[in-house]
C-alpha cells in the first residue's frame, strides 16, 4: 500500500532524513497507516520505496504541505523530525496553516527546552496542541524500537498513546514510553539521557585507554573482555558496540579500523547543555562535566600533538612513567571492570539529581523510577542496571542520590579498592582518566561528613566579608580577620 491512498491515516510524519525514515517505516510496520512529507521530494519517493520494498507497508508520500496535513484523520497528529532551532520553526509555520483546533505536533528532536516550552504557547494561541519528545536508539531504534520521552500536552500524548506503545522498544515490564511531565519536560529528560551517554562513553574509552596502555591488551583481547563484560553487570548497549568496534577490520589496510579513526570526538550540544543546566541548578556533574571538557580537548589534535612533541623534548615521553613495568593483567581487566560500574553509577546518580533539581524548579513531578525504566531498552545507554535504579527510586522516591540506596552504597563501597588502584595506576603511568577521577572524587566528596569547605568560606569572609556560620551555635558571623592577623603579627613582633 506503499503509494499514495485516498485513505485518511492515523498519523503523519515530517522529516525524512535516516530517522524520520526509520520512525516512519517501524509505525507502519505496526499496522498504523502513515502519511509523510519532505521538502526534498526525492526523500518522499525514498521512503515510499522502502515501504513498498520492506513488505507493502501502509504509508503514503506526499510533496506538499497542504497535500500532507489533509491526508491525516482529525484530531491531527504530525511527527516533526528536523534539525533542531528554526528549521523547526519553519516546518511548524508549514505544516500549521492548514492545521485546526485540536490537531497536535510532536517534535522528535533534541530541542532545547525553552524553545519547546514557547512552541507550546504558540501553538496554544491557535488551538494546536503540542508535544516535545525525546527520541533515543539512533536509527536501528528509530526502526525497531526507541526510547520515547514525550512531554507538554496530556491530550496530545493521549491522541497517539496507542500507537507510541506500539513503536517504542519493549522490555519486560512494558513498552519504553511514558508521558514524562508537562512543558519541556521530555525534551529536558532526553537531554540529560545525552549527557549521562557523554560519560558513559567517556569512561569506556578511559577503561580502553588504560586496559590498552597499562594492560598491553590488543584488539583481539579487547574485544573478548568487552564481550565478558556485556554478560555481567556491565551488560549494555554501549559496552556490546564497543566490543563490536574492536573485532572490525580496516578494508584500506591491515589492522583494526579503530586504530585508523582521528582521536577528535565531535559533538551536537546535548551535553553543553546538560553541564550549563547543572551549574544553573547548583547540581554537581563532574563525570558528565568531564566528559565534555575531554571532547574540547580532543578537538586540539594539532595542539596536542605540538605539546607532545615539546614535552618529550623537555624529558618527558609518553611511556616514561610505565617502561618495563610487569602488570598481572587478568587483575587489571577485574580492577578496571570495577572501576568503570561505579565511575557509572556516579555518571548516572548526577544525571538523576539534575533532573530532579529541574522537575522541583518546574513542578514537573518527574518519576525517576519511571525514567530509568522507560531507558532499559531502544535508547544508547540502555544497561542491565537500569532495572536496579528503577527499584531503587521505587523504593524510595525521595532518594536523595543512588549512591546512598542501600544496594548500591555497598557495591560502591565492594568496588572502591579496586576502582582507587585503577586511578591511581593510571596517574602514575602518566594516562589521563578525568571520568574516573572525576567519579570517585564525587564519591569521596559526598560521603565525607565534613569537608575543608570551611576554610573557603573563611577565606571569602576575609576578602568580601560575605559571613559564615558556625556548627556549635545559630546565625551568621563575620570576623574581622585582617585587623585580627595584623594584631597578632604586631604582637608576635613585640614579644620577639
Not at 12 to 31: R, T
Not at 393 to 400: A, I, K, S, V
Given at each position: 500500500?506503499?503509494?499514495?491512498?485516498?485513505?485518511?491515516?492515523?498519523?503523519?510524519?515530517?522529516?525524512?532524513?535516516?530517522?524520520?525514515?526509520?520512525?516512519?517505516?517501524?509505525?507502519?510496520?505496526?499496522?498504523?497507516?502513515?502519511?509523510?512529507?519532505?521538502?526534498?521530494?526525492?526523500?518522499?519517493?525514498?521512503?515510499?520505496?522502502?515501504?513498498?520494498?520492506?513488505?507493502?507497508?501502509?504509508?503514503?508520500?506526499?510533496?506538499?504541505?497542504?497535500?500532507?496535513?489533509?491526508?491525516?484523520?482529525?484530531?491531527?497528529?504530525?511527527?516533526?523530525?528536523?534539525?533542531?532551532?528554526?528549521?523547526?520553526?519553519?516546518?511548524?509555520?508549514?505544516?500549521?496553516?492548514?492545521?485546526?483546533?485540536?490537531?497536535?505536533?510532536?517534535?522528535?528532536?533534541?530541542?532545547?527546552?525553552?524553545?519547546?516550552?514557547?512552541?507550546?504557547?504558540?501553538?496554544?494561541?491557535?488551538?494546536?496542541?503540542?508535544?516535545?519528545?525525546?527520541?533515543?536508539?539512533?536509527?536501528?531504534?528509530?526502526?525497531?524500537?526507541?526510547?520515547?520521552?514525550?512531554?507538554?500536552?496530556?491530550?496530545?500524548?493521549?491522541?497517539?498513546?496507542?500507537?507510541?506503545?506500539?513503536?517504542?522498544?519493549?522490555?519486560?515490564?512494558?513498552?519504553?514510553?511514558?508521558?514524562?511531565?508537562?512543558?519541556?519536560?521530555?525534551?529536558?529528560?532526553?537531554?540529560?539521557?545525552?549527557?549521562?551517554?557523554?560519560?558513559?562513553?567517556?569512561?569506556?574509552?578511559?577503561?580502553?585507554?588504560?586496559?590498552?596502555?597499562?594492560?598491553?591488551?590488543?584488539?583481539?583481547?579487547?574485544?573478548?573482555?568487552?564481550?565478558?563484560?556485556?554478560?555481567?553487570?556491565?551488560?549494555?548497549?554501549?559496552?556490546?558496540?564497543?566490543?563490536?568496534?574492536?573485532?572490525?577490520?580496516?578494508?584500506?589496510?591491515?589492522?583494526?579500523?579503530?586504530?585508523?579513526?582521528l582521536d577528535k570526538t565531535g559533538m551536537k550540544g546535548t551535553g553543553k547543555w546538560t553541564v550549563q543546566q547543572a551549574a544553573e541548578?547548583?547540581?554537581?556533574?563532574?563525570?558528565?562535566?568531564?566528559?565534555?571538557?575531554?571532547?574540547?580537548?580532543?578537538?586540539?589534535?594539532?595542539?596536542?600533538?605540538?605539546?607532545?612533541?615539546?614535552?618529550?623534548?623537555?624529558?618527558?615521553?609518553?611511556?616514561?612513567?610505565?617502561?618495563?613495568?610487569?602488570?598481572?593483567?587478568?587483575?587489571?581487566?577485574?580492577?578496571?571492570?570495577?572501576?568503570?560500574?561505579?565511575?557509572?553509577?556516579?555518571?548516572?546518580?548526577?544525571?538523576?539529581?539534575?533532573?530532579?533539581?529541574?522537575?522541583?524548579?518546574?513542578?514537573?513531578?518527574?518519576?525517576?523510577?519511571?525514567?530509568?525504566?522507560?531507558?532499559?531498552?531502544?535508547?544508547?545507554?540502555?544497561?542491565?542496571?537500569?532495572?536496579?535504579?528503577?527499584?531503587?527510586?521505587?523504593?524510595?522516591?525521595?532518594?536523595?542520590?543512588?549512591?546512598?540506596?542501600?544496594?548500591?552504597?555497598?557495591?560502591?563501597?565492594?568496588?572502591?579498592?579496586?576502582?582507587?588502584?585503577?586511578?591511581?595506576?593510571?596517574?602514575?603511568?602518566?594516562?589521563?582518566?578525568?571520568?574516573?577521577?572525576?567519579?570517585?572524587?564525587?564519591?569521596?566528596?559526598?560521603?565525607?561528613?565534613?569537608?575543608?569547605?570551611?576554610?573557603?568560606?573563611?577565606?571569602?569572609?576575609?576578602?568580601?566579608?560575605?559571613?559564615?556560620?558556625?556548627?556549635?551555635?545559630?546565625?551568621?558571623?563575620?570576623?574581622?580577620?585582617?585587623?585580627?592577623?595584623?594584631?597578632?603579627?604586631?604582637?608576635?613582633?613585640?614579644?620577639?
Amino acid at each position: 500500500m506503499a503509494v499514495e491512498s485516498a485513505v485518511l491515516s492515523r498519523i503523519g510524519l515530517a522529516g525524512l532524513a535516516v530517522m524520520g525514515q526509520n520512525l516512519a517505516l517501524n509505525i507502519a510496520e505496526k499496522g498504523f497507516p502513515i502519511s509523510v512529507y519532505n521538502r526534498t521530494a526525492s526523500k518522499v519517493d525514498e521512503t515510499v520505496a522502502r515501504a513498498t520494498a520492506e513488505g507493502g507497508l501502509p504509508l503514503s508520500g506526499h510533496r506538499s504541505a497542504q497535500d500532507f496535513v489533509l491526508s491525516l484523520r482529525r484530531p491531527r497528529s504530525v511527527i516533526i523530525l528536523v534539525k533542531a532551532g528554526a528549521p523547526v520553526d519553519q516546518t511548524i509555520a508549514a505544516l500549521s496553516h492548514f492545521m485546526e483546533p485540536g490537531d497536535a505536533i510532536i517534535d522528535g528532536g533534541n530541542e532545547w527546552y525553552e524553545n519547546t516550552e514557547r512552541r507550546i504557547r504558540e501553538a496554544a494561541a491557535r488551538g494546536i496542541l503540542y508535544l516535545g519528545m525525546g527520541v533515543s536508539g539512533g536509527e536501528d531504534g528509530a526502526r525497531n524500537g526507541p526510547s520515547l520521552m514525550p512531554g507538554g500536552s496530556l491530550q496530545a500524548y493521549q491522541n497517539v498513546e496507542d500507537i507510541l506503545t506500539r513503536v517504542a522498544a519493549q522490555v519486560d515490564d512494558g513498552p519504553c514510553v511514558t508521558f514524562v511531565g508537562e512543558g519541556g519536560a521530555g525534551n529536558f529528560v532526553k537531554m540529560v539521557h545525552n549527557g549521562i551517554e557523554y560519560g558513559d562513553m567517556q569512561l569506556i574509552s578511559e577503561a580502553y585507554d588504560v586496559l590498552r596502555i597499562v594492560g598491553g591488551l590488543s584488539n583481539a583481547e579487547l574485544a573478548e573482555t568487552f564481550a565478558e563484560w556485556n554478560r555481567g553487570e556491565l551488560e549494555s548497549f554501549l559496552i556490546e558496540i564497543t566490543a563490536d568496534i574492536f573485532g572490525v577490520r580496516d578494508e584500506h589496510g591491515d589492522g583494526e579500523l579503530v586504530d585508523k579513526i582521528l582521536d577528535k570526538t565531535g559533538m551536537k550540544g546535548t551535553g553543553k547543555w546538560t553541564v550549563q543546566q547543572a551549574a544553573e541548578l547548583s547540581v554537581a556533574a563532574p563525570t558528565i562535566a568531564a566528559s565534555l571538557d575531554c571532547r574540547y580537548l580532543s578537538g586540539l589534535k594539532d595542539e596536542r600533538e605540538a605539546a607532545a612533541k615539546a614535552l618529550d623534548q623537555a624529558g618527558i615521553g609518553s611511556g616514561d612513567f610505565i617502561g618495563g613495568r610487569s602488570v598481572d593483567k587478568k587483575r587489571l581487566i577485574d580492577d578496571v571492570r570495577q572501576a568503570l560500574y561505579a565511575s557509572k553509577i556516579c555518571s548516572y546518580a548526577q544525571g538523576m539529581n539534575l533532573l530532579r533539581a529541574k522537575s522541583a524548579e518546574k513542578g514537573w513531578n518527574l518519576n525517576l523510577g519511571e525514567l530509568a525504566r522507560i531507558w532499559k531498552g531502544g535508547c544508547i545507554i540502555r544497561a542491565r542496571f537500569l532495572d536496579r535504579i528503577k527499584k531503587a527510586y521505587e523504593r524510595n522516591r525521595g532518594l536523595p542520590n543512588l549512591i546512598v540506596d542501600p544496594e548500591f552504597a555497598r557495591e560502591m563501597v565492594q568496588r572502591q579498592a579496586a576502582w582507587r588502584r585503577v586511578v591511581g595506576l593510571a596517574i602514575e603511568a602518566g594516562i589521563s582518566t578525568p571520568g574516573m577521577c572525576a567519579s570517585l572524587a564525587y564519591f569521596d566528596t559526598y560521603r565525607r561528613a565534613r569537608l575543608p569547605a570551611n576554610l573557603v568560606q573563611a577565606q571569602r569572609d576575609y576578602f568580601g566579608a560575605h559571613t559564615y556560620e558556625r556548627v556549635d551555635r545559630p546565625g551568621s558571623f563575620h570576623t574581622e580577620w585582617s585587623k585580627i592577623a595584623r594584631q597578632s603579627k604586631t604582637g608576635a613582633g613585640i614579644l620577639n
